[in-house]
């Protein structure tokens, strides 16, 4: 029986060290050869995991362009609360460098938030994986643990269609969630068109009371 127990809690040790390392944020792949110019254009938030302190809270969107000399930079936006009830649309700008060209799916995200009520800042951009089609997978780890997985860090998943993705793509999506160590930790990002650019356009008319023609 002393045996028994003995080689159950040695199971339970080695998976748990198993757990650990295929944890370690070093250890994740992203998309093999990723081509920004194909990841271009738009896209929409379908899930989230956030980080720790403020982020955007729905209707996120972002718009990726690659400049000739093949930068990419980014305009995002989405609704964001801040001061715990101040509810607005908040718009972004991010450029994005390779450290290392040998791997272009890891890339540097330097960002701006465009309003003084906005922070500013620097975080890793990875593209987990990503049909360039159908969906992407993004994340970031601002803080390592000691034993190099991730203390605070952040994903989304993005789809070209706000309404959703298929179930086979749902999948795969499921999958990669697994390998960054994230499974379960996603929430929904509602998507009802609030921060569209003709949304707003709207609202601002209906506050001035005129007529749209």
């Known amino acids: 029986m002393d045996f ?7 199971l ?17 792949t992203v998309k093999e050869d990723f ?3 194909r990841y271009a254009g738009k896209w929409y938030a379908l ?5 720790e302190g403020l982020f ?6 972002a718009e990726y362009t690659v400049g000739d000399d093949g930068a990419m930079v980014a305009s995002s936006r989405g609704r964001v609360t801040l001061f715990g009830f101040w509810v607005v649309c908040a718009d972004m ?16 995200m330097d960002y701006q938030g465009l309003a003084s009520y906005l922070s500013s800042g620097g975080d890793n951009y990875w593209v987990i994986d990503t049909d360039y089609d159908h969906y992407a997978i993004t994340y970031a780890c601002r803080t390592l643990k000691e034993d190099g997985s991730c203390e605070d860090g952040y994903a989304l998943v993005f789809s ?15 999958q990669k969630q697994e390998e960054i160590c994230m499974a379960g930790q996603f929430k929904p990002v509602l998507q009802s068109g609030t921060c569209s650019v003709f949304h707003i356009h709207l609202n601002k008319q209906m506050k001035r009371g005129s007529r749209l023609t």
Do not use: H, W
């Not at 757990?19 to 250890?27: P, W």
């Not at 899930?47 to 980080?51: A, I, S, V």
């Not at 991010?94 to 272009?104: C, D, F, I, R």
């Open 56 to 61: 955007l809270d729905d209707n996120i969107s």
């Open 160 to 174: 070209r269609n706000p309404r959703g993705l298929p179930p086979a793509i749902q999948r795969i999506v499921r």
């Open 4 to 10: 028994q127990l003995f080689a159950l809690v040695m």
């Open 47 to 51: 899930q989230k995991k956030d980080p």
């Open 35 to 37: 081509d920004a110019k």
């Open 93 to 108: 700008a991010a450029q994005y460098s390779v450290p290392n060209p040998s791997t272009p799916g890891k890339m540097f």
């Open 12 to 28: 339970f040790l080695a998976c748990m060290e198993q757990s650990l390392a295929t944890c370690v944020v070093d250890s994740f």
